[in-house]
């Protein structure tokens, strides 16, 4: 598709910046109407905006999305308001605002409309696109990760998943243009993974994403990331076993297999201990958990495992509930588990938790 030049551009800038000028708010109302007109008639459906301040990452605008700004101006009861929505929109188009711990252009705001910042998520089904599989029992969905880096990371920032499991993690940075260390227990998992990661390799430009073999709670993070190029990470991602409820290998240092719950919990906190000094200040540590129950009792493993991390030297900035779907084994039994439920006086799990975590 074609781009519209830079005079199209330029005379909707100054038609914005007269605008600002003007001293009468119905001669603002018909100038928007005027402007909408000329956007309008345009025949492309995405205008590419040359940026006054020179800065060639600034991405392209919809024509839809400038239309549904003018229609916001056009309603403007006073002048200051009017004022502050077109200046805010001039803005929008030649310059961009960021954090530093993602790429989000705050100037454009509303356009990240695929971007959750509610703290309930509902997620319908499993993302398949990217090479992502379901051959592993107790992967998470890829739409979790995904969610972290556009939030928590810039473009070509380190990841660190030590639970990596099936490598979602790893697939999705690929994708989001992350570079990511997976830390995976089962050298056969790993194996299977790492075949994965190759058949997925969309040429030699894609970023640096690795997995090594070890045990999360000892192995030499530092020593880890040094040998792909890296000190720190600005994102770690924490996906546990929910203690026994799915025994992934009889490996005694599976965390599938501590005794309790409590011994759980001790053992994940000898992880957190052992990414930290991995993890750059300032930035975010994020755990997926979900609960269980045990002996006609409900087991909190995700304000266990908060508590964990909560003693070290980190604030808690979010918790998220995600919808829990339900799993293969259970899909054919849904009358058995209501019942079980009503004879046993207790509620079926239908969530878990991501907690947000920021390192002081």
């Known amino acids: 598709m074609a781009s519209q030049t830079t005079d199209n551009t330029a005379d909707i800038l100054q038609a914005i910046e007269r605008l600002i000028e003007e001293r009468g708010i119905r001669i603002v109302h018909s100038g928007v109407r005027s402007l909408k ?17 020179g800065d060639t990452t600034l991405p392209s605008i919809s024509r839809d999305h400038l239309l549904t700004e003018l229609e916001q ?7 200051p308001r009017a004022r502050y929505y077109l200046d805010r929109l001039r803005r929008s188009l030649v310059e961009v605002k960021t954090r530093k711990i993602n790429d989000i252009n705050l100037n454009r705001w509303k356009e990240y409309k695929t971007i959750l910042t509610d703290s309930l998520w509902l997620l319908d089904r499993r993302d398949g696109s990217g090479g992502h599989s379901s051959w592993y029992w107790g992967n998470f969905v890829p739409q979790i990760p995904h969610q972290l880096m556009m939030r928590y990371t810039r473009s070509g920032e380190w990841v660190l998943d030590a639970f990596a499991g ?24 790993a194996r299977k993974v790492r075949q994965g990661l190759k058949r997925n390799h969309s040429g030699n430009d894609t970023p640096t994403i690795g997995l090594e073999v070890g045990d999360s709670r000892t192995i030499n993070v530092k020593q880890v990331l040094r040998k792909y190029g890296t000190n720190s990470v600005q994102l770690v991602i924490l996906h546990p076993p929910y203690h026994n409820i799915i025994r992934f290998s009889k490996n005694r240092r599976d965390l599938s ?16 201990d052992n990414v930290t000094p991995a993890l750059d200040p300032g930035r975010v540590l994020a755990v997926v958990i979900g609960d269980k129950y045990e002996k006609g009792e409900w087991k909190p493993l995700g304000f266990m495992v908060m508590s964990e991390v909560l003693k070290r030297n980190y604030k808690l900035k979010s918790i998220v509930v995600k919808n829990f779907e339900d799993t293969t084994g259970k899909r054919s039994q849904k009358e058995l588990w209501r019942f079980r439920a009503l004879a046993g006086g207790f509620y079926l799990f239908k969530h878990e938790y991501i907690f947000i975590f920021q390192k002081g």
């Open 37 to 53: 007109d000329v956007i309008s008639s345009l025949p492309e459906s995405v205008l590419v905006l040359e940026p006054t301040n």
């Open 166 to 189: 099936s490598g979602t993690t790893l697939l999705e940075a690929r994708c989001l243009d992350r570079k990511c260390v997976g830390i995976e227990l089962q050298a056969s998992v």
């Open 73 to 79: 101006i056009e309603r403007a009861r006073t002048l």
């Open 257 to 272: 297999n501590t005794r309790t719950v409590e011994d759980f919990a001790a053992q994940f906190g000898k992880v957190v």
